[in-house]
């Protein structure tokens, strides 16, 4: 299995709401990163976790709040966003064994912030 | 992380070899130049890797001038599935990978 799922594929949410991004791979890799891509702009690195604990973050506002439950799993916990926030929102895992390790992107979720 | 410049965009042919540059004159000695692309509606997708010898896999192959200033993707016989933006990233590793603007390549039938 060399995918990494992304759920839910479209997400429509209000600034008041609180709503989950969830990403799921099993390929044993215990590098999780959630990206922030908006439109026609390259991918923008959020967070990086390392065996389950959080080792980079961008400077990113708190309204988001990454979690890393186990080490398949990696979610993205939304409140209080702001319609600037839509963009498409993508996981990836990599291997954490040497210099070089791949990183295996999802399709993403689609944010729209009403 | 050194800056990388490509050419926003460029067309080839199908079935003929598509040769993507890439700048990065400030690279340093220890960051090596990674090549990813990204197809419409899709994640990212790895290509190859390199430090300062050439490099070739199933996919592609990368040429990296003497001087480490520059390089180019050669993608061997282009396909119409290879329609993507392809990103040049220079990192220490790809760890912490930061996308640069990328070339639009479209390969036309």
């Known amino acids: 299995d060399t995918e990494v799922t992304q759920t839910p594929k479209h997400l429509v949410m209000g600034m008041t709401n609180k709503k989950s991004l969830k990403c799921e791979q099993h390929m044993g890799h215990r590098a999780m990163y959630w990206y922030k891509q908006k439109a026609k702009k390259p991918p923008e690195l959020m967070f990086v976790?390392?065996?389950?604990?959080?080792?980079i973050n961008e400077s990113v506002p708190s309204r988001f709040s990454p979690e890393c439950p186990n080490s398949s799993l990696l979610n993205l916990h939304l409140h209080a966003l702001q319609p600037e926030d839509s963009a498409l929102y993508l996981c990836?895992?990599?291997?954490?064994?040497?210099?070089?390790?791949?990183?295996?992107f999802g399709p993403g979720t689609r944010l729209t912030v009403l | 992380d050194a800056k990388t410049t490509q050419p926003p965009s460029m067309d080839c042919a199908e079935g003929r070899a598509a040769n993507l540059p890439c700048n990065h004159s400030t690279i340093s000695g220890n960051e090596y130049v990674y090549w990813y692309r990204q197809i419409h509606s899709q994640g990212p997708q790895y290509i190859i890797h390199g430090l300062k010898n050439n490099e070739t896999n199933e996919m592609a192959s990368l040429i990296i001038t003497e001087d480490r200033k520059s390089s180019t993707l050669i993608l061997p016989h282009a396909t119409l599935r290879d329609t993507a933006v392809y990103y040049c990233?220079?990192?220490?590793?790809?760890?912490?990978?930061?996308f640069g603007a990328g070339t639009t390549v479209t390969v036309r039938a």
């Open positions: 990233i220079a990192a220490r590793n790809d760890y912490k990978l930061s």
């Open positions: 990836a895992s990599s291997h954490v064994t040497s210099v070089h390790n791949e990183q295996f």
């Open positions: 976790y390392s065996y389950e604990k959080l080792s």
